[in-house]
């Protein structure tokens, strides 16, 4: 989606900040553009310190403040950023006016929805409220993954098996809205992101090598790929220093991530760390994952 | 398949024991129908105390051992039975004269396989020192679980949908050769079982719903299936009093496994304890799967 570029005619940007280290970045990176973005810090999410920021704390569920925060502030770009991990539950539900009808629905989704089906709420509710809803790599490009090796490190033809079969297993769970993530050791996926999230999935693969059920002889690969549903402007697939330490622990040879469709944060930081663990981040096209889709 | 039922014609039947409680059921039963078990019990996965049987602890890539019993005591019918849970070495490989020109394909499945192709390869291997290998359930059909409900619990519309939802995610599990189990919770898969097994999966959910990142109004199922492909001769799903009370910590409102092809372990027993705990446990036939396969 094409931003609107001429300045006169925007108004402010917020970042509605989740937990990990994104939403800092990319109020950081939009500050350096030229916005001045307000931060909608979630509670219980994001325990980073905002104080830099005009920002408030709110509930994830409070539509009313947050729409309320939109007029007072003249938002008409909102930009959703970092994990969210725990659902509202209905007694934290503070609707508008606007959007009561819509709880029902809202109810059920975060009841029974998948991530996938809880964003795509989010975004109509905020979009509702009358501001347009884009991606971080609207407001950030350069943090996008390009095709082909981002470090100094490639992976050799028994890595290309992992990324294939782990590429396929992320296909597979996209799908099913489960999530973004899968690792492959020698040909063989050994684990399936949850809402657990990455660093909690790469943990129990180090776990599995200690134990010896996976072995110790081939390193494997962690692939992150969009689900094929998704929509674009929320919760890409991202890696950042905390990835490249997981997969390190795990003794993974390194990581393949969609190129145009994730994030590297920290990027130079980020890819030196992976260098010098001798771990390989390199971006794959969608030449390679089409036939897995 | 069926056994050959007629004693005179009879060798003795070896039990390959991997780790947890089910090779000791299956042994016992064995002997109530009048078999006279011998029992190789695998170094590293079993930590029974076998001294009821007669029996020999062994690693299991050791083949030239393994054939070395199978023809000093007259085997004929093996069954494989308990998890696996260490792949061996290449060092811990000793090869009969027979199984030499096989060990670099050996090898291979050991190092990249999921666990159906390492299972299959071990059928193949056996059946090569002249034993057939026959299922648990030819010696104990009476572990099987049937269609319907086992206990005195029944599950209502949410557990349908939610078992629904967590059988195809584990259709796709299976066919990626993963796993066998999946869990889904208020229409929404929130793990899926990797080599860490079914308790260990379990407890991943119980986490989440520590920490809020699942609803603590559903409930949600545990589903155990058979993978599309694997031969049922070996790792059929099995449930027993861990996977209840796993079930119970992670708050699940029951168990759906396949009929005809899981087995409950310490049936009686096993279903009280689910009843007591509120859970319900319930096979689910082909006519429900065949259209997510």
């Known amino acids: 989606m094409a931003i609107d570029s001429r300045p006169e005619t925007r108004g402010r940007l917020a970042i509605i900040a989740g937990g990990g280290m994104l939403p800092h970045h990319v109020a950081e990176a939009a500050q350096a553009r030229g916005e001045n973005p307000y931060i909608i810090a979630l509670s219980n999410e994001t325990v980073l310190d905002w104080s830099d920021f005009d920002h408030q704390f709110l509930g994830i569920g409070n539509f009313k ?95 290309w098996k992992d990324i294939e079969v782990a590429a396929a297993a992320a296909v597979a769970l996209g799908r099913l809205d489960v999530g973004q993530g899968a690792v492959a050791v020698g040909g063989r996926v050994v684990a399936l992101e949850g809402p657990e999230g990455t660093d909690a999935m790469l943990a129990r693969v180090a776990a599995l090598r200690t134990e010896g059920r996976i072995s110790t002889r081939r390193r494997g690969v962690l692939v992150k790929l969009c689900k094929p549903q998704q929509d674009l402007r929320a919760d890409l697939p991202s890696i950042g220093a905390s990835t490249i330490e997981g997969a390190r622990a795990a003794g993974l040879a390194g990581i393949a991530i969609e190129a145009g469709r994730a994030l590297v944060l920290e990027r130079s930081a980020t890819i030196s760390q992976a260098t010098e663990a001798g771990i390989f981040v390199t971006g794959i096209d969608r030449a390679f994952l089409r036939d897995l889709r």
């Open 65 to 159: 403040s947050i729409s309320a925060v939109f007029r007072a502030e003249g938002i008409d770009r909102v930009v959703l950023s970092g994990a969210v991990r725990r659902r509202p539950e209905w007694r934290d539900i503070k609707p508008t006016f606007k959007t009561l009808a819509k709880v029902p629905g809202v109810l059920k989704t975060l009841l029974s929805g998948g991530d996938d089906a809880v964003l795509k709420m989010a975004i109509e509710l905020i979009e509702a409220s009358g501001a347009r809803v884009i991606g971080v790599q609207d407001i950030i490009p350069e943090l996008l993954a390009q095709t082909g090796p981002l470090g100094a490190i490639e992976p050799d033809k028994d890595d």
